[in-house]
């Protein structure tokens, strides 16, 4: 490599970003939406910078499956860029701790974690393949157990969890704060044919439904974006007729912060002590809590939560007078 490449070379890689993108290839092949996933940047900025990496001969397409990946060149780890991998990955492997990187790492562990849950995607099991399986088809098979019920999507999202329940409930209640993501849900359940959802915009501490108007409410990854959890659990509750329930999916305690600024997140998780707590003070009782989903080394794991709304004391009917 003369002076004039050396020079070049350097330059490129003197942008953090391209450093970013090196280190996370390094460890998992990745396409262009997952790396926006991984790296919080917009889809044209990644694909400008992998663009110059695959110029250098330091990024390579692996196209697989009709998508294109990305992942190391072979000049990053053999060849004539060899000797600069291995200092590259030195100063990786220095600053793993750091907080950007730890960040990156659990954006990766999530998107990984995706990637295998996708409800199109059929899972195998190491060395047996299963046609159709899926975790899907189980969940809308667990479907046809339940009785025609009124559900509410507490802070719906883009609607995935609310066309699934609309496959087994009479209605679907269907709630967001932001009207965008509302219409992306609209725009989702029409392509699938859910026509039994109605969509309301509000806050989850304050919800656009009457009291006791529903059997189940569902609040899936909702709870740690509320400004008041306390409150929303007590609304939660207000909506659900006697003998309802309520449904929760939350994430446990944990220290990613770049959630906050990234996501909105107000609350790193909630401690199962915690949860069950507010579950109590909301009104319900029967409380049941497990593990939903943990990855063995991310930094995510599911609490699934559940309780049932007390029914209203009969009133005493009055006696019969003597004559």
């Known amino acids: 490599m003369d002076m004039k490449e ?10 953090d970003v391209r450093l970013r993108l090196l280190r996370v290839l390094a460890r998992e092949r990745l396409n262009v939406t997952e790396l926006t996933a991984v790296l919080g940047l917009a889809q044209s900025g990644v694909s400008r910078h992998l663009g110059l990496l695959k110029e250098a001969g330091l990024v390579a397409e692996a196209p697989a499956g009709g998508f294109t990946y990305y992942q190391l060149g ?8 060899a000797g600069l991998w291995a200092h590259l990955q030195a100063q990786f492997d220095e600053a793993a701790s750091s907080a950007p990187a730890r960040a990156d790492d659990a954006r990766l562990q999530e998107v990984l974690r995706q990637r295998r849950e996708h409800f199109e995607t059929h899972g195998t099991d190491a060395g047996q393949l299963v046609p159709g399986r899926s975790w899907a088809a189980w969940a809308r098979a667990l479907g046809h157990l339940l009785p025609p019920l009124d559900v509410a999507d507490i802070g719906c999202g883009d609607g995935h969890l609310t066309i699934e329940a609309a496959r087994w409930a009479r209605r679907v209640y269907a709630i967001d704060r932001s009207a965008a993501v509302l219409q992306r849900a609209r725009t989702l359940a029409r392509r699938h044919g859910a026509a039994n959802v109605a969509w309301k915009r509000g806050e989850i501490e304050r919800i656009p439904l009457p009291d006791a108007s529903v059997d189940v409410a569902l609040l899936s990854q909702a709870l740690h974006h509320a400004a008041d959890p306390a409150l929303a659990l007590a609304e939660a509750v207000r909506i659900l007729r006697p003998g309802g329930r309520a449904l929760l999916l939350d994430l446990r305690p944990h220290d990613q912060s770049w959630v906050k600024d990234r996501l909105g997140d107000q609350w790193l998780g909630f401690s199962d002590a915690a949860l069950d707590g507010m ?23 599911v609490t699934i939560a559940s309780g049932v709304k007390g029914r209203a004391p009969k009133r005493a009917r009055p006696g019969r007078r003597e004559r």
């Open 6 to 15: 050396a020079a070049s070379l350097y330059r490129l890689l003197g942008e």
């Open 74 to 81: 072979a000049g990053a780890v053999r060849g004539r860029l």
């Open 279 to 301: 579950l109590r003070r909301a009104g319900l009782r029967d409380i049941r809590l497990q593990l939903g989903a943990r990855k063995a080394g991310g930094p995510f794991t």
